[in-house]
């Protein structure tokens, strides 16, 4: 127990210092009135004095009394006992008690502080008035004005004291908080990064791999038979090739695709089709309509995207002989259709994701049209072809209902 806690700031300790001055300028006053006034016994008032101030000296100087509240009670005890002594050899003693409030006040329970108050008040008042020979009111009215006071102050400062504490812990809480938060985004971020990755793979690299795969396969089905045949798959294999390195490299680099680089969407997707339609064993067409606007990176990248897992997806599995991709501009919206005479499929019923032949195509699709606002809708039926349609909204606010799909 510190008879000067929570003395931690630089107000606390000025504090301290002004009880410890007020309590050696009182005794002092007492020592040196009883000199100067020729009062009786100014021998034994000095030597109470000093033992007072001894006594008080010792409490901050010992550790025990610092720390143990049993030591402390006792150091209290003691002064008290000295301050009784010199109280009943003079009356200037009795300013003495005002000090005496705070210690008691601020190293004793709440309980026992108040009646340790009262009890010093109450010695006080006796004293003084058995020196002046006779009680009035008057007489009670400093001591218990200074307890009052006391009490308020000390009371008043524990309860901001607490309240201090109280605010330190939610601070520390809202700190701890948001440290909690900010490492939960950081790992949905980890997550959501991951995710467009995986997205950014499937529909870049792995889907100009499994090209590259088809093409070679042609040619070795062509060999020995029409090498002719061969020597342009594998020329068409080298330049899927050397196209799926570009994108690589833009990839690594997180720019944006090497197909809108110095090209607009329109253009871009009018070379996806003819790319299409040289590699592979359909025709691929493109159609623009509407007037174009600029579109943010953002929104161009997903939509090629979009069309280049729609077209890799025809190839592989569609079995179709002709595609459609529309770019279509209207009423503040942008849209992309990619429409097939494949064999079609039930949108409600696809077969789970085969993680060796990849799978992440329409999931990636909605995923990316999703983050944009957008929306992205699928027809098709078995032996009647297949519809994808991935439209984005250019407005703030567009209409709840989509107009018809290009």
Same mark, same amino acid.
């Given at each position: 127990?510190?008879?000067?806690? %929570?003395?931690?700031?630089?107000?606390?300790?000025?504090?301290?210092?002004?009880?410890?001055?007020?309590?050696?300028?009182?005794?002092?006053?007492?020592? !040196? =009135?009883?000199?100067?006034?020729?009062?009786?016994? %100014?021998?034994?008032?000095?030597?109470?004095?000093?033992?007072?101030?001894?006594?008080?000296?010792?409490?901050?100087?010992?550790?025990?009394?610092?720390?143990?509240?049993?030591?402390?009670?006792?150091?209290?005890?003691?002064?008290?006992?000295?301050?009784?002594?010199?109280?009943?050899?003079?009356?200037?003693?009795?300013?003495?008690?005002?000090?005496?409030?705070?210690?008691?006040?601020?190293?004793?329970?709440?309980?026992?502080?108040?009646?340790?108050?009262?009890?010093?008040?109450?010695?006080?008042?006796?004293?003084?008035?058995a020196h002046q020979g006779s009680f009035s009111p008057a007489m009670a009215i400093g001591p218990a004005l200074g307890a009052a006071v006391a009490v308020a102050v000390v009371?008043?400062?524990?309860?901001?004291?607490?309240?201090? #504490?109280?605010?330190?812990?939610?601070?520390?809480?809202?700190?701890?908080?948001?440290?909690?938060?900010?490492?939960?985004?950081?790992?949905?971020?980890?997550?959501?990064?991951?995710?467009?990755?995986?997205?950014?793979?499937?529909?870049?690299?792995?889907?100009?791999?499994?090209?590259?795969?088809?093409?070679?396969?042609?040619? #070795?089905?062509?060999?020995? +038979?029409?090498?002719?045949? &061969?020597?342009?798959? !594998?020329?068409?294999?080298?330049?899927?090739? !050397?196209?799926?390195?570009?994108?690589?490299?833009?990839?690594?680099?997180?720019?944006?695709?090497?197909?809108?680089?110095?090209?607009?969407? &329109?253009?871009?997707?009018?070379?996806?089709?003819?790319?299409?339609?040289?590699? +592979? =064993?359909?025709?691929?067409?493109?159609?623009?309509?509407?007037?174009?606007?600029?579109?943010?990176?953002?929104?161009?990248?997903?939509?090629?995207?979009?069309?280049?897992?729609?077209?890799?997806?025809?190839?592989? +599995?569609?079995?179709?002989?002709?595609?459609?991709?529309?770019?279509?501009?209207?009423?503040?919206?942008?849209?992309?259709?990619?429409?097939?005479?494949? =064999?079609?499929?039930?949108?409600?019923?696809?077969?789970?994701?085969?993680?060796?032949?990849?799978?992440?195509?329409?999931g990636a699709m909605r995923a990316r049209i999703d983050a944009l606002g957008g929306t992205l809708t699928i027809e098709s039926a078995p032996g009647h072809g297949t519809e994808? !349609?991935?439209?984005?909204?250019?407005?703030?606010? %567009?209409? %709840? #209902?989509?107009?018809?799909?290009?």
């Amino acid at each position: 127990m510190n008879i000067t806690a %929570p003395a931690l700031t630089p107000t606390t300790r000025a504090l301290a210092w002004c009880l410890h001055l007020l309590v050696v300028g009182l005794l002092a006053l007492a020592a !040196v =009135r009883a000199v100067t006034d020729h009062r009786p016994h %100014p021998g034994l008032i000095t030597a109470a004095a000093t033992a007072c101030a001894v006594i008080y000296a010792a409490g901050p100087a010992l550790p025990r009394v610092r720390r143990s509240r049993r030591a402390a009670v006792l150091w209290l005890v003691a002064m008290g006992a000295c301050w009784l002594v010199l109280l009943t050899l003079s009356a200037d003693a009795v300013w003495v008690a005002f000090p005496l409030y705070f210690l008691q006040l601020h190293l004793l329970p709440r309980r026992a502080g108040l009646a340790a108050v009262v009890a010093t008040g109450t010695a006080a008042i006796a004293g003084f008035s058995a020196h002046q020979g006779s009680f009035s009111p008057a007489m009670a009215i400093g001591p218990a004005l200074g307890a009052a006071v006391a009490v308020a102050v000390v009371w008043g400062y524990q309860a901001l004291y607490r309240e201090s #504490e109280q605010r330190r812990r939610l601070i520390e809480e809202l700190t701890a908080t948001r440290a909690d938060l900010a490492a939960a985004q950081h790992a949905a971020g980890v997550l959501a990064e991951r995710e467009r990755l995986a997205r950014e793979i499937h529909d870049t690299l792995a889907q100009g791999l499994s090209s590259i795969q088809l093409l070679l396969r042609a040619a #070795e089905r062509a060999l020995p +038979h029409t090498p002719e045949n &061969a020597t342009r798959y !594998v020329d068409q294999a080298r330049q899927a090739a !050397v196209d799926n390195l570009a994108e690589a490299r833009r990839f690594v680099a997180a720019l944006a695709p090497p197909s809108l680089e110095n090209a607009t969407l &329109a253009g871009a997707l009018e070379r996806l089709c003819a790319t299409t339609s040289t590699h +592979h =064993r359909i025709t691929a067409g493109f159609h623009l309509t509407g007037d174009p606007v600029a579109l943010p990176n953002a929104y161009e990248v997903t939509l090629l995207r979009i069309a280049q897992s729609a077209l890799a997806n025809i190839v592989r +599995h569609a079995h179709a002989h002709a595609a459609e991709v529309t770019l279509s501009y209207f009423g503040g919206r942008v849209a992309v259709g990619i429409v097939d005479d494949g =064999r079609g499929f039930v949108p409600d019923h696809l077969p789970a994701r085969d993680p060796e032949a990849g799978g992440f195509g329409l999931g990636a699709m909605r995923a990316r049209i999703d983050a944009l606002g957008g929306t992205l809708t699928i027809e098709s039926a078995p032996g009647h072809g297949t519809e994808l !349609v991935a439209q984005l909204f250019l407005d703030p606010t %567009p209409d %709840p #209902e989509p107009e018809a799909r290009p």
